[in-house]
């Protein structure tokens, strides 16, 4: 597997920057979100964390309403444009989420 899908795999399934992994291995003090102060996982960034609202709202307009996990995967699975478009916004959501944590952490390069 090369570099690339190994970090997205990664990220899909809550390592890298959440802090519910990070926690869990002992690299932060909690579980929390620096922002919100609820759990950091996948589902939080995908479904709750108001950071992400005006782009969850522009993915939703072309797949409609991504309520549950359940729909999420299913819209993917059926429809190329929606694996497209919330593809797109998972990876475009991690990538500001994990620069965003370097910053409250003081870790910019």
């Not at 108001?50 to 996990?69: D, S």
Request: net charge positive.
């Amino acid at each position: 597997m090369d570099k690339e899908a190994d970090t997205k795999n990664r990220k899909m399934v809550g390592h890298g920057s959440f802090a519910a992994y990070t926690h869990r291995i002992g690299k932060t003090e909690n579980e929390l979100c620096v922002i919100c102060g609820v759990p950091d996982n996948p589902e939080h960034v995908v479904y709750n964390r108001t950071r992400w609202n005006t782009e969850r709202e522009g993915v939703t307009i072309r797949t409609g309403p991504l309520h549950a996990p359940e729909v999420f995967l299913s819209k993917m699975i059926e429809e190329r444009s929606c694996w497209n478009s919330i593809f797109l916004f998972i990876a475009e959501a991690m990538k500001r989420k994990e620069r965003e944590d370097r910053i409250a952490r003081k870790e910019v390069p």
